[in-house]
């Protein structure tokens, strides 16, 4: 059934005390891939998951002071976006002065959608992978807390890297240009609500380990990210890269003060440099060169997880007149796709406010037409060539590393690539689908996948799995209610959910659930 409208929920009768029955439903069991047996139910006390009776080992005399009936349905663990970036609007690359106005002034509504939207998809965790100015996402943080509006918890990254790296070279024309287009305010690094904190490029291990303790204690770091490339994406420019020792220790430092770390990676050289290190995950993929069967072995043998942001293609990979690109066979089927499946102006209406479709329009006209200037003036088409090229190499990294058995998550690094938000984990799924099967006859991705990428695995990687990411006790009540069936179809994972419980409570109900009262005898 297609939720067209969302009833977020106000006033909730049971108490934090009180002990609330889930039944009827089809409770997932996402670590085997299958649905518990059809007499399980749900307890859910306070916060959390209290017992699943039905399953052999849980409590079986608890009494429930209500009781709500699922009609059927099918209930998930609340989804994760593993990496997104909550400030910035991202309905547009290839802006117009008139988007830009448009973008400063209905930025803040159209944040406030991304974060309504995420709950509407089943989304009730997010980090944020990068942010200028620590402020914004810790007011919208604060907002969500109160119930101003409704929003998933948010855990919060701060860059840390040797000046001159990869994030911490914003002071330039280009760069400050773009973060301007992406609506991304330039603050100074060394101010303590930056979300980038430097270091001397000649830092020794205990300078390295300091930064990463300020990133905590000064601005309230929830996990840290590192930024890696030899060269800006865009001017090309070189770029300081940390020496090894520097990594080692910055990635110790995080482990030992119980954080993760998430690194962003676009080759090869840098995916061999984060597992050397013990980067907790890897964000993006290399598609430089070829991974070989020894990367996949140590990727795997460290425990390291990688979240591919498979979207960033659907906004950034197109057809350009002349290049061999243009004649892959993912090409084709991503310009298809796009064309066809998940169009523009689909995204745009579901997911964009009103005054902001314009520009997502905008956008794929003139990548369509090869009109590759942003504000007119400045060409990007050699951006674009590259990320065509990059995505041929690198999505058969994607496909070697699925078939090798590298652990998974879920993200899109919503905001920063146009046109993707934070809460389109739907359209991240669909493209896992359109580039891991490639033969209708040979499905190497499917429903019970899709659920524990966007579940348990997630979850790993942000470092929470001892609290959310399956059904089971002990656990925060976190609970997506779905229409169908996901291991058949994994584009039940994702999609608008019909009822939504956070913390235990009805935050969403679509479909009716009623609250029945338990009758004391």
């Given at each position: 059934m297609k939720y067209t409208e969302t009833h977020f929920v106000k006033e909730?009768?049971?108490?934090?005390?009180?002990?609330?029955?889930?039944?009827?439903?089809?409770?997932?069991?996402?670590?085997?891939?299958?649905?518990?047996?059809?007499t399980v139910r749900v307890m859910i006390k306070g916060t959390t998951i209290a017992a699943m009776p039905g399953i052999e080992g849980e409590p079986i005399d608890m009494t429930p002071d209500y009781t709500i009936d699922l009609q059927g349905k099918t209930a998930i663990p609340g989804l994760f976006n593993t990496h997104c970036h909550v400030s910035a609007t991202g309905q547009t690359m290839l802006s117009s002065f008139k988007d830009i106005r448009l973008g400063k002034k209905h930025g803040g509504k159209q944040i406030e959608k991304d974060m309504s939207e995420c709950l509407i998809h089943g989304i009730t965790n997010i980090r944020d992978a990068y942010v200028e100015d620590l402020g914004i996402t810790k007011a919208m943080k604060g907002r969500i807390a109160k119930g101003e509006i409704p929003g998933p918890r948010i855990l919060q990254s701060v860059a840390i890297g040797p000046s001159g790296s990869y994030l911490a070279t914003f002071s330039s024309f280009i760069p400050r240009i773009m973060r301007i287009v992406l609506g991304v305010p330039v603050i100074d690094h060394g101010d303590e609500g930056a979300g980038v904190l430097e270091f001397p490029t000649d830092a020794d291990e205990s300078q390295v380990r300091d930064a990463v303790d300020r990133a905590i204690d000064e601005r309230g770091a929830e996990a840290i990210k590192i930024g890696e490339e030899r060269k800006h994406p865009v001017t090309q420019k070189s770029l300081t890269m940390m020496t090894m020792g520097q990594f080692r220790a910055l990635v110790d430092q995080a482990r030992k003060r119980g954080l993760q770390t998430l690194m962003h990676c676009t080759s090869v050289d840098s995916f061999r440099r984060g597992i050397e290190a013990g980067v907790s995950s890897i964000s993006h993929f290399p598609g430089d060169a070829a991974l070989t069967p020894e990367d996949g072995e140590a990727f795997i043998e460290a425990g390291c997880i990688i979240e591919p942001t498979v979207s960033v293609a659907y906004g950034s990979c197109w057809k350009i007149r002349g290049e061999t690109s243009r004649d892959y066979p993912d090409m084709e089927r991503l310009s298809e796709y796009r064309a066809n499946s998940a169009t523009f102006a689909e995204i745009a209406e579901e997911f964009f406010i009103p005054e902001l479709r314009r520009s997502v329009l905008n956008l794929y006209e003139k990548y369509s037409k090869g009109r590759f200037k942003m504000l007119g003036i400045l060409d990007l088409t050699k951006?674009?060539?590259?990320?065509?090229n990059f995505w041929s190499q690198g999505i058969g990294n994607i496909r070697k590393l699925h078939r090798w058995g590298a652990t998974m998550a879920l993200a899109n690094d919503g905001g920063v690539v146009p046109p993707c938000t934070p809460s389109m984990m739907d359209l991240e799924l669909a493209l896992f689908n359109l580039f891991l099967n490639q033969e209708p006859d040979k499905m190497v991705f499917g429903g019970a996948d899709a659920l524990k990428i966007a579940t348990i695995n997630s979850a790993r990687s942000m470092g929470l799995d001892e609290q959310f990411g399956t059904l089971e006790g002990g656990k925060v009540a976190d609970i997506a209610i779905v229409d169908g069936n996901p291991f058949e179809d994994f584009r039940v994972v994702g999609s608008r959910v019909a009822a939504l419980f956070m913390d235990g409570r009805i935050v969403i109900n679509n479909c009716g659930l009623r609250v029945e009262p338990v009758k004391k005898t």
């Open positions: 909730y009768e049971p108490d934090h005390e009180a002990a609330v029955e889930l039944r009827n439903g089809r409770f997932v069991d996402v670590m085997n891939g299958s649905f518990f047996d059809s951006t674009v060539r590259e990320a065509a």
